[in-house]
């Protein structure tokens, strides 16, 4: 067969020669024939094609594997989705893990009216164009890492927190060391990121989050009260200084939040919004300054028996002018909030949920419920101030003297007993654990539950009961702060423990209030709801006043 000509299409179609001359054959324009031009190479695309599939077969079983690492198959049924617990499967979250566990922690911490947006800027600062710490944003993001492998028990992302804590922790340093970075708000952001985090990672001998609480502190106090005065420094200070309470609270030692400045300047702007909470907070302010010298078996205690006879007397007035700043606080929030608590009937309680469920069986007949969750902070918060006080008076002063000052002052409480105030906290928690408060519910109630707990005989069913919970819901709510205040031996722990066994060996005095479920009809409602005016009107402000204190420490 000879070879196919390379000629035009139309002179192969004459069956003559063609000149093959491009774009047109001479031929056919002498023959005055338009040239119909050359056919184009036949290409053989089949190993492209072949090629093409092959790629679009590995991207799909690429896809398929990330799907199976986020959804594993066996999770999978045709009515739905397994139970979280019955997928025993490592979460792999690569790229957007940093997403989602900071979304995590600010669903189950910040969601809710009463949250300061201020507590956002610090814990999710990486979104923020203005923010350019390196050192808050590596401390936020290892806190949120180590809340989500908490609560979802994933040692992976637990560890990959530890690795962000030690990058902001040398971060920090350096910024402690630099002038200019030393007292901005982002580093005062990362120290109380870092000690959240420690929180959320607390166990037995290892006073992380007391160092870092300190530092937080010793910021706070350099930065000066004049700095804390607008958003966002001074939402921060208020968020830090209840952790700043607690620190010293626990470790029985005096704190510069004592100081008249530091309640009076951050609100001289506003003086109308500081709320009962702050005015609560700056009684217990207080207490540490007493707790060091009872507590502390130091000087204070040293020297002639009438010396410390007039020290000891002093103590006890002071001690009931505090108490006397509590009752006015405990009037005026129950002439605003005259209903703002009621008492019901436990949930049911199953047998067959067993340790799975975050509410043990409480040992009470009723519980209490609130009409929001800052009612049931200040209730608790309160009554934990005047078990710690009346402790102290019942430590400096005779014995019958606590039980008296406490049927004086406060005829509308239920009990007259201190394991009565303890009760009242217990019978809280079933509210804060509500599943719409998320785990702000849980961490309120670890302060005011870890007092109430040591107030009582641990023996009792009430005390099981406030373990009970702190031992379920350490991890479900991502902080173990409930089983280190219960556990750990701390000066305040040490000296409750003291004064409970005292308390076991003098006489009990029996109460005129009834049992602890029995509450006042005057203090009990479930229909009213809270009016909307201040509770500490400007013009006749109910101002808490305490001793000034002299240079040695005690009142002039």
């Known amino acids: 067969m000879g070879k196919r000509s390379n000629g035009c299409v139309t002179c192969r179609k004459r069956k003559v020669k063609c000149d093959e001359a491009k774009p047109e054959c001479e031929r056919c324009k002498k023959a005055t024939y338009k040239c119909a031009g050359y056919d184009q190479p036949w290409l053989d695309e089949t190993r492209y094609i072949a090629l093409a599939r092959q790629r679009a077969a590995e991207r799909a079983e690429e896809e398929r594997g990330s799907l199976e690492a986020l959804i594993p198959s066996h999770a999978v049924t045709a009515q739905g ?5 019955a997928v025993n499967q490592p979460m792999n979250l690569s790229a957007f893990q940093d ?12 969601s809710g009216p009463n949250v300061s947006k201020a507590v956002t800027w610090w814990l999710s600062p990486a979104p923020r164009v203005e923010v350019q710490s390196q050192t808050l944003v590596s401390a936020s993001r290892a806190m949120a890492a180590s809340f989500f492998g908490r609560v979802h028990q ?3 992302i637990v560890a990959q927190g530890e690795s962000l804590y030690g990058v902001a922790i040398r971060n920090l340093k350096l910024d402690i060391d630099h002038k200019e970075k030393r007292y901005t708000l982002e580093t005062l952001g990362a120290t109380l990121a870092l000690n959240m985090y420690e929180l959320v990672n607390l166990r037995a001998n290892q006073p992380g989050w007391i ?3 300190g530092g937080v502190g010793k910021l706070i106090q350099a930065r000066g009260p004049e700095k804390h005065k607008r958003y966002p420094a001074k939402t921060i200070y208020l968020e830090a200084r209840t952790l700043l309470v607690a620190n010293s609270l626990y470790g029985c030692q005096r704190t510069f939040l004592d100081e008249q400045r530091w309640k009076d ?5 506003d003086v109308s919004s500081k709320t009962p909470y702050d005015y609560l907070i700056d009684v217990l302010c207080h207490i540490p300054y007493f707790l060091e010298i009872v507590a502390h078996n130091g000087d204070s205690y040293t020297g002639v028996i009438s010396e410390r006879s007039i020290k000891l007397k002093t103590l006890e007035e002071e001690l009931v002018q505090l108490l006397g700043t509590l009752k006015a606080l405990h009037e005026a929030w129950r002439a605003h909030w005259p209903n703002a608590y ?3 009937s436990p949930r049911p309680f199953s047998v067959s949920e067993g340790k799975d469920t975050k509410f043990p069986q409480p040992p009470y007949e009723t519980v209490l419920h609130f009409t929001d969750m800052a009612r049931a902070n200040d209730f608790c918060m309160f009554n934990m101030a005047l078990i710690i006080a009346l402790l102290l008076l019942q430590d400096v002063a005779e014995p019958q003297v606590a039980q008296n000052t406490l049927r004086t002052m406060f005829p509308h409480l239920p009990c007259c007993s201190i394991e009565s105030l303890a009760n009242l906290i217990g019978r809280t928690a079933e509210y804060l654990l509500l599943e719409e408060h998320g785990s702000i519910g849980y961490i309120n109630y670890t302060f005011p539950g870890a007092i109430a707990y040591l107030a009582l005989d641990n023996k009792s069913p009430q005390a099981k009961y406030i373990y009970e919970i702190f031992e379920r819901n350490a991890n479900s709510s991502g902080f173990g702060f409930g089983e280190f205040a219960l556990n750990v031996p701390t000066p305040l722990r040490t ?4 004064c409970v066994e005292l308390h076991q060996r003098q006489t009990s005095y029996p109460c005129s209030y009834g049992s602890p479920d029995t509450l006042v009809s005057d203090i009990v409602s479930s229909e009213n709801e809270p009016c909307a005016q201040p509770c500490f009107d400007t013009q006749d402000q109910v101002t808490p006043t305490l001793p000034v204190r002299s240079s040695s420490g005690f009142a002039q």
């Not at 997403?99 to 910040?110: E, H, N, Q, V």
Request: glycine letters at 0%; hydrophobic letters at 55%; proline letters at 9%.
């Open 99 to 110: 997403d989602i566990c900071r979304s995590f922690m600010l669903y189950r911490l910040m």
């Open 495 to 498: 000296w409750m423990a003291s």
């Open 154 to 156: 994933q040692p992976t």
């Open 81 to 85: 989705f397994l139970p979280f617990e």
């Open 342 to 344: 009621w008492a019901v």
């Open 211 to 213: 160092l870092h609480a």
């Open 265 to 269: 300047v951050p609100w001289e702007d």
